[in-house]
């Protein structure tokens, strides 16, 4: 079973009200005239028995408390307020006449702060107490709060402050204690104005509810932890520079430095910053300038050294002079070539050979393979030109043709049968045989030349393809190999 709770005070009936007890004693004697029930009090009769002591000494008390508590309701009678009259924790609302104007009258502000966790839950109340004579009506109104500066914020949409806001009736002499609630879900300051309007009308009442939402402070041993190491480090810091201070009067200066001494190389960079370092050539400009002023040093500037050549009176001197000048600055215009280890070299040098050999290899076993002439060396100190050498290998294909002019009886077929056998079975040179082969039989002995001409062109051909792709094969492999052993001997 549940319990029964008891309802509030302004929801009490109307004839259980302290109010309508008060009026009915004040109006008494109004009421017994108008009411026309008049009992017989002189032949009223009392039927019962006697009561003991105790009870009599009951009954007293009873009697005694109910004229105190008589006493207590006619003092409080005394004291209420004719007219309306309204307390909002402790502060007393004025009445407004009808001729006043309600917002004319200053009013009362009531602040309620409440301050929590995000997601915790506060409570406050607010104590409204009617001390008129006459019966309240009141209803909650919310105001909207102008922004600063025409900005709108997030938090206005959102609703964190509760509290019964519905209409009621305060009756004279009742209290009424208004809970409000405050929550947040995230951390911030929220507040809310709320404007309590009664009838009769009272001077205004504002209520504003403002509420702080704060976060745990979940890395607070952290940042004390990490403050204090910043302390720490700064007394120290404070304290290093303290007695660097102090020492650095105590202890003896420091010995001024030696002049510092240039190297001819340095002052040649630092007067001569266009042209590359080259040890060489900048001692053969010393002693060219040594040549023209024997008793001063060279500063290592090359415009000087001209200008003392160009101011010379002899002109052989002067014309061997510049040309040494010109000889050594041109040897110092461009950077020196980087030094080859002897270990790259000679693999290199290996590699390239290898290649070399190879391609002689491969172009012998194609020209013995299709039946060509092997073509003669040509000796080291030949001084031949490449047309030399075209001219030589055709000639040496016309004598190859005027020997076979003989067998000219065989007939041009058996010709094209020998040279068909040579050369390899493809569709290239098929096609060239063929379209070799013909002419007319009557036109053999003039013709046969030129098919001759024709074939050894044909085969020479075929071989250069063969060599020519045989030999980028080689030479990508070649480098491909040279890339690694390079790359693992600058490793090693």
Not at 235 to 246: C, F, G, Q, R
Not at 415 to 428: G, Y
């Amino acid at each position: 079973m549940g319990v029964r709770k008891t309802p509030p005070p302004y929801r009490k009936t109307l004839q259980r009200t302290e109010y309508l007890h008060e009026r009915r004693e004040k109006l008494g004697k109004i009421i017994r005239e108008l009411d026309a029930h008049k009992p017989e009090i002189d032949n009223l009769e009392v039927v019962g028995y006697r009561q003991n002591h105790n009870e009599q000494v009951v009954h007293n008390q009873l009697v005694e408390e109910a004229l105190e508590l008589h006493e207590c309701e006619s003092e409080s009678c005394e004291q209420t307020i004719t007219g309306p009259c309204l307390r909002v924790n402790g502060r007393r609302v004025k009445y407004v006449c009808e001729a006043d104007d309600a917002s004319e009258e200053e009013g009362i502000q009531e602040r309620v702060v409440f301050e929590a966790l995000s997601g915790q839950k506060v409570s406050s109340i607010i104590y409204l107490t009617n001390e008129g004579s006459t019966a309240i009506y009141t209803s909650w109104k919310r105001v909207p709060r102008c922004s600063l500066f025409g900005l709108t914020s997030s938090s206005s949409a959102q609703q964190c402050f509760y509290f019964n806001d519905s209409d009621g009736v305060l009756l004279p002499g009742q209290s009424l204690a208004l809970s409000v609630l405050f929550k947040s879900a995230c951390a911030g300051i929220f507040s809310e104005q709320w404007q309590l309007t009664t009838m009769p009308a009272c001077s205004p009442v504002l209520v504003v509810l403002k509420g702080i939402a704060s976060q745990d402070d979940v890395n607070a041993e952290q940042r004390l932890e990490i403050q204090n190491r910043l302390k720490h480090g700064e007394a120290m810091k404070t304290v290093s520079s303290i007695l660097d201070a102090i020492l650095y009067s105590i202890r003896t200066p420091e010995r001024s430095p030696s002049p510092v001494k240039l190297t001819l190389e340095e002052k040649f960079k630092t007067a001569n910053p266009q042209y590359h370092y080259q040890y060489e050539s900048v001692l053969d400009l010393q002693t060219l300038y040594s040549e023209f002023v024997p008793d001063l040093p060279w500063n290592a500037s090359v415009k000087t050294l001209r200008q003392v050549i160009i101011t010379s009176q002899d002109d052989e001197v002067k014309s061997k002079g510049l040309e040494k000048l010109s000889r050594a600055v041109s040897a110092m215009a461009f950077p020196a070539l980087p030094i080859v280890a002897p270990q790259l070299f000679n693999m290199g040098h290996h590699l390239i050979a290898g290649v070399i050999d190879a391609m002689v290899a491969h172009s012998q076993f194609l020209r013995h393979s299709m039946g060509l002439l092997e073509r003669s060396p040509i000796p080291e100190d030949s001084s031949l030109s490449d047309s030399d050498l075209n001219i030589g290998n055709s000639a040496a294909n016309k004598g190859k043709g005027k020997t076979e002019k003989k067998d000219a009886k065989k007939g041009v077929k058996g010709k094209a049968d020998i040279k068909s056998k040579a050369l390899p079975t493809t569709k290239k040179t098929a096609v060239q045989v063929t379209a070799a082969i013909k002419p007319a039989s009557s036109e053999k002995q003039k013709e046969s030349s030129l098919v001759n001409n024709l074939l050894d062109s044909a085969a020479e051909q075929y071989y250069q393809e063969k060599l020519y792709i045989q030999t980028y094969s080689l030479i990508c492999d070649m480098l491909r190999n040279m890339d690694v052993l390079f790359g693992e001997s600058v490793e090693v």
